[in-house]
């Protein structure tokens, strides 16, 4: 658990909005008076990061968060491992990075526009049923449309346009839209080729049924599939047991997009042409699967030399792959810039008000953990703003996420309908881990990017 980056509510997050930070940039820079008002914090390459602001932050933070006693703030800190020291560092840390994108921003000739503003506030107030429900939002996170705008998208787009602007220069960049996806997905294309679509039919146990009676009611299942007394999709609709897929005609997307799915499930339809079904109800963990292959993509004989010659999901596929390579490449390049920075951390002065004694709340929370099994836990002692910790922690590798997922938000949610588009809610299916085996490694990289991509409801279901 992280301290910067404070949430004020996951209103916004939910929909694909990066985190709602608090008392960002000059707003607290201008702040004066109280214990520290004139002290240096911290020096970026020069620039100065005031005592006052990291302990405005904080006490916004405690605000906020219902902690502005001494005794829920204790409370809180032993609770998520914290020390005044620590609270202290991490703040510092993080206005340190945004002083880093700042500076980097003007170093590569990086602005944002208004326009581009105009754009990501549209695509956000999208992603709400009415204008009412995000000023709603808004309220919730105590934030106006003027807070959001400055301390959440424009710190986004001007991190991701800076990503942009260093791949450029290290000559990462090369090559744009189509040519990139191009040249990608030719590097790809035996990973890609023989790729097969399918959808299932998802039948599982009710009651005390039998694996025997199960088995039964598939087969008849299929054969009226096969007599032509209904069609595959809307037995589907009507009857499978993987919700998420049921909704699409049974559609699970393509096998080689993924991490792949459970043995039983791959195997059969490797076995299977376009348009054929499963001669026979396949077993797996979840239950018995009706399997028709839905499409096969095959490289074409003088190679890939068009997007046009790709499925929209796999060209989603490769897009997200380069999002995410990008990312990660900016997060080692942040690191590099970072460390090689002039940065000076000054010692924590005394008093400031956040910085309490904490033995008393040490000793009351080894005293809890102490207390004997079945015994009831003062209630006081547990965290008091669950959920309202902080979601991301500063450091560069994490900004350079932070700063693609707003921007991206949208893109990534498309992404994850084309890789994980059908797929069920529950458990009940056949999928392994998702849909992401071209972009595997890739996901990883990009860490905290993929988080908020809305597509996932089935990846785990029913490919």
């Given at each position: 658990?992280?301290?910067?980056?404070?949430?004020?509510?996951?209103?916004?997050?939910?929909?694909?909005?990066?985190?709602?930070?608090?008392?960002?940039?000059?707003?607290?820079?201008?702040?004066?008076?109280?214990?520290?008002?004139?002290?240096?914090?911290?020096?970026?390459?020069?620039?100065?990061?005031?005592?006052?602001?990291?302990?405005?932050?904080?006490?916004?933070?405690?605000?906020?968060?219902?902690?502005?006693?001494?005794?829920?703030?204790?409370?809180?800190m032993v609770a998520n491992g914290y020390t005044p020291e620590t609270v202290r560092q991490e703040v510092i840390d993080y206005y340190i990075n945004q002083d880093l994108y700042d500076q980097a921003a003007t170093e590569y000739n990086v602005t944002v526009e208004q326009a581009d503003i105009d754009?990501?506030?549209?695509?956000?107030?999208?992603?709400?049923?009415?204008?009412?429900?995000?000023?709603?939002?808004?309220?919730?996170?105590?934030?106006?449309?003027?807070?959001?705008?400055?301390?959440?998208?424009?710190?986004?787009?001007?991190?991701?346009?800076?990503?942009?602007?260093?791949?450029?220069?290290?000559?990462?960049?090369?090559?744009?839209?189509?040519?990139?996806?191009?040249?990608?997905?030719?590097?790809?294309?035996?990973?890609?080729?023989?790729?097969?679509?399918?959808?299932?039919?998802?039948?599982?146990?009710?009651?005390?049924?039998?694996?025997?009676?199960?088995?039964?009611?598939?087969?008849?299942?299929?054969?009226?599939?096969?007599?032509?007394?209904?069609?595959?999709?809307?037995?589907?609709?009507?009857?499978?047991?993987?919700?998420?897929?049921?909704?699409?005609?049974?559609d699970v997307n393509w096998d080689k997009l993924g991490t792949g799915f459970v043995t039983e499930y791959q195997e059969a339809l490797d076995g299977l042409e376009k348009d054929q079904i499963v001669a026979a109800p396949v077993k797996s963990e979840y239950g018995y699967h009706i399997i028709k292959?839905?499409?096969?993509?095959?490289?074409?004989?003088?190679?890939?030399?068009?997007?046009?010659?790709?499925?929209?999901?796999?060209?989603?596929?490769?897009?997200?792959?380069?999002?995410?390579?990008?990312?990660?490449?900016?997060?080692?390049?942040?690191?590099?810039?970072?460390?090689?920075?002039?940065?000076?951390?000054?010692?924590?002065?005394?008093?400031?008000?956040?910085?309490?004694?904490?033995?008393?709340?040490?000793?009351?929370?080894?005293?809890?953990?102490?207390?004997?099994?079945?015994?009831?836990?003062?209630?006081?002692?547990?965290?008091?703003?669950?959920?309202?910790?902080?979601?991301?922690?500063?450091?560069?590798?994490?900004?350079?996420?932070?700063?693609?997922?707003?921007?991206?938000?949208?893109?990534?949610?498309?992404?994850?309908?084309?890789?994980?588009?059908?797929?069920?809610?529950?458990?009940?299916?056949?999928?392994?881990?998702?849909?992401?085996?071209?972009?595997?490694?890739?996901d990883a990289a990009a860490g905290d990017q993929a988080a908020d991509a809305g597509a996932a409801d089935g990846a785990d279901q029913a490919q």
């Amino acid at each position: 658990m992280k301290f910067t980056s404070f949430m004020k509510s996951s209103a916004l997050k939910g929909a694909g909005a990066m985190v709602l930070t608090v008392a960002l940039g000059a707003g607290l820079v201008g702040c004066g008076g109280g214990i520290g008002g004139g002290a240096v914090a911290a020096t970026v390459n020069g620039q100065e990061i005031m005592e006052q602001t990291v302990t405005d932050y904080v006490a916004q933070f405690r605000t906020d968060s219902g902690l502005e006693s001494d005794e829920e703030w204790g409370k809180w800190m032993v609770a998520n491992g914290y020390t005044p020291e620590t609270v202290r560092q991490e703040v510092i840390d993080y206005y340190i990075n945004q002083d880093l994108y700042d500076q980097a921003a003007t170093e590569y000739n990086v602005t944002v526009e208004q326009a581009d503003i105009d754009e990501a506030l549209s695509q956000t107030k999208s992603m709400f049923e009415s204008d009412e429900a995000f000023n709603e939002a808004l309220e919730a996170s105590q934030m106006t449309e003027e807070d959001y705008i400055n301390e959440v998208i424009r710190p986004n787009l001007l991190q991701t346009k800076l990503a942009d602007a260093v791949a450029a220069a290290e000559g990462e960049g090369e090559g744009e839209g189509d040519d990139a996806l191009l040249a990608q997905a030719q590097s790809m294309a035996d990973q890609l080729n023989g790729a097969k679509r399918s959808s299932h039919i998802l039948l599982t146990a009710e009651g005390d049924e039998t694996d025997e009676a199960l088995l039964a009611r598939a087969q008849e299942l299929l054969d009226q599939i096969n007599n032509g007394d209904i069609s595959f999709e809307d037995a589907a609709a009507q009857y499978s047991q993987d919700s998420g897929s049921a909704a699409q005609g049974g559609d699970v997307n393509w096998d080689k997009l993924g991490t792949g799915f459970v043995t039983e499930y791959q195997e059969a339809l490797d076995g299977l042409e376009k348009d054929q079904i499963v001669a026979a109800p396949v077993k797996s963990e979840y239950g018995y699967h009706i399997i028709k292959c839905t499409d096969v993509f095959t490289v074409p004989e003088g190679g890939i030399t068009s997007t046009d010659q790709l499925p929209a999901e796999f060209l989603d596929t490769l897009s997200y792959m380069q999002e995410a390579n990008t990312s990660q490449n900016f997060a080692t390049w942040f690191e590099e810039y970072r460390n090689n920075a002039q940065i000076e951390i000054n010692p924590m002065p005394e008093g400031l008000p956040y910085a309490i004694d904490l033995t008393p709340y040490e000793e009351q929370a080894a005293a809890d953990q102490a207390t004997p099994e079945g015994d009831a836990a003062d209630p006081t002692a547990q965290d008091q703003t669950d959920g309202q910790a902080p979601a991301a922690d500063g450091e560069g590798a994490e900004g350079a996420d932070a700063a693609a997922a707003d921007d991206q938000a949208a893109a990534e949610g498309d992404q994850g309908d084309a890789t994980a588009d059908g797929a069920a809610e529950g458990a009940d299916a056949p999928a392994a881990d998702g849909q992401a085996d071209a972009a595997g490694e890739q996901d990883a990289a990009a860490g905290d990017q993929a988080a908020d991509a809305g597509a996932a409801d089935g990846a785990d279901q029913a490919q």
